[in-house]
């Protein structure tokens, strides 16, 4: 089953609005929280962290929130660019075995139309 | 610029067939993983190592083994390909106590028939 779910497959926004991802996830051992970024054919891109004692982290454009209580975190995406395009993953991390491990969600592909 | 690279952009192997999929890093990271990429499942870590000859398994071990002999190199292997390994494969590592910020290769998509 998985413990990290993002629910929506794909979003569509136009340029210069807000876009909203949204995650959750189900195991309370989760410390750490991420998301990350992939175009086609690249790798994954590190976006944006919080940790499980804040409520909100802000890199310029991006805003995460993380709302503990419903288990429920979100990416803000203000305002939004064709560039952003691309598929989004929210990421759990968790200490197992010998090290941290990050468990991934299915991702939602963002479509921002000029 | 830190650099993932995988050996192979696109494979096509059959049944049966044990297959090596190479992963380099020139970060002298001590961390290496191994995820699956599948649509709608995001990433399910196969194999992690934290150290050289050291492994730990994943979510997702079955059917799957790896290697890793030096630092920089981590290698995935299917002993017996199956067509439900078809699959976007990709690596990543990290420095000890940065886990959570992985640096990704651009994935080996295998193609089992």
């Known amino acids: 089953d998985q413990q990290v779910k993002q629910n929506s497959p794909s979003l569509s926004v136009q340029e210069g609005r807000i876009s909203i991802l949204n995650c959750d996830y189900t195991?309370?051992?989760?410390?750490?929280f991420l998301w990350y970024k992939k175009y086609p054919a690249e790798g994954p891109t590190f976006l944006i962290s919080?940790?499980?004692?804040?409520d909100k982290n802000e890199d310029g454009r991006f805003t995460v929130f993380l709302n503990k209580s419903a288990k429920h975190l979100s990416l803000h995406i203000v305002p939004s660019q064709p560039g952003d395009s691309a598929v989004y993953f929210c990421?759990?991390?968790?200490?197992?075995?010998?090290?941290?491990?990050?468990?991934f969600g299915g991702g939602t592909r963002l479509m921002v139309k000029p | 610029d830190v650099k993932v690279t995988q050996s192979s952009r696109y494979l096509v192997k059959r049944t049966g067939e044990k297959v090596f999929l190479e992963c380099v890093q020139d970060m002298d990271h001590e961390n290496m993983f191994w995820y699956r990429q599948d649509p709608g499942l995001g990433l399910r870590l196969i194999y992690f190592?934290?150290?050289?000859?050291?492994?730990e398994k994943g979510d997702i071990p079955e059917g799957y083994s790896v290697s890793r002999e030096k630092k920089e190199r981590f290698s995935l292997i299917l002993e017996s390909a199956s067509t439900n390994q078809t699959s976007m494969y990709l690596c990543a590592s990290s420095q000890p106590g940065q886990e959570s910020e992985q640096y990704f290769g651009p994935g080996t998509r295998l193609t089992v028939t």
């Open positions: 990421a759990a991390r968790i200490w197992r075995n010998a090290g941290n491990m990050l468990t």
């Open positions: 919080i940790s499980s004692i804040k």
């Open positions: 195991n309370s051992m989760f410390d750490y």
């Open positions: 190592s934290y150290d050289v000859k050291m492994k």
